[in-house]
């Protein structure tokens, strides 16, 4: 009851200070429409003032700064998120992230990069209103099934890995240049490519360099992956 009384209160402030300015930035423009809808009908404390796929975008936007942003992790637009995150607090304005991935390190390094709130594409849409209400009264925000994963984890293990980046280092590491590692899995180079930057991104995050090829094989290896042939 204590704290149905305090968040009831908290909405109440939201509410007596106008609407929370709520920005979104996310590249698939599907999900941006659809999130942008949803939002505008899941909330009236909650103005959705911009919607825009690209970080210069957000920057540029006349309504820009915001209270809030929504922000999609996966731009790929080589900008580290955690200078995204550093530019929007110089500006005062709350960060959320939305990302597909779950993994305890990348949460981690977001959260410690400023981040109020993280939320996994694939939780309730229900989440999205309560992180951004936290995140404008200055409250950090993650869900009950990432906060297990937060306790449950620890820096320094091996990241967790999809079965498809598991085939594409397993192959690579087992010396198959990027073009046949696409040809085998059907895949693209492009794609492939992608998938080990991912690889690599994921250990760096957990406390592992594989930024070579040599160094990518002798953790596959090590991590059973890859069978030791040699």
């Known amino acids: 009851m204590a704290y149905r009384a305090q968040r009831q209160l908290e909405e109440a402030v939201t ?15 599907m999900l941006l429409g659809a999130l942008t809808e949803w939002i505008r009908g899941a909330a009236d404390d909650i103005d959705m003032v911009a919607a825009v796929t690209t970080w210069p975008e957000l920057l540029t936007h006349p309504e820009f700064p915001v209270d809030v942003v929504l922000l999609d992790l996966d ?30 390190a990348l949460v981690r390094e977001a959260l410690a990069a400023g981040a109020l709130g993280y939320l996994v594409k694939s939780e309730e849409a229900g989440m999205i209103v309560e992180a951004i209400r936290a995140a404008y009264n200055g409250e950090s ?64 995050l957990a406390g592992h360099d594989v930024g070579t090829k040599v160094a990518l094989r002798k953790r596959a290896i090590r991590d059973g992956i890859l069978l030791q042939t040699d």
């Open 15 to 29: 509410h007596s200070n106008g609407p929370i300015r709520l920005a979104l930035v996310d590249d698939h423009r």
């Open 75 to 104: 731009l790929k637009d080589n900008i580290p998120v955690s200078l995204k995150i550093s530019t929007l607090k110089t500006t005062g304005v709350k960060t959320v992230l939305m990302s597909t991935y779950s993994e305890p």
């Open 141 to 204: 925000y993650i869900s009950a099934e990432l906060d297990l994963a937060l306790n449950a984890g620890s820096d320094g293990d091996s990241p967790r890995l999809s079965a498809q980046e598991r085939r594409v280092m397993a192959l690579y590491g087992a010396g198959e240049p990027v073009k046949a590692v696409a040809y085998q899995l059907g895949i693209s180079e492009e794609t492939a490519k992608s998938y080990l930057k991912r690889i690599r991104e994921k250990y760096r």
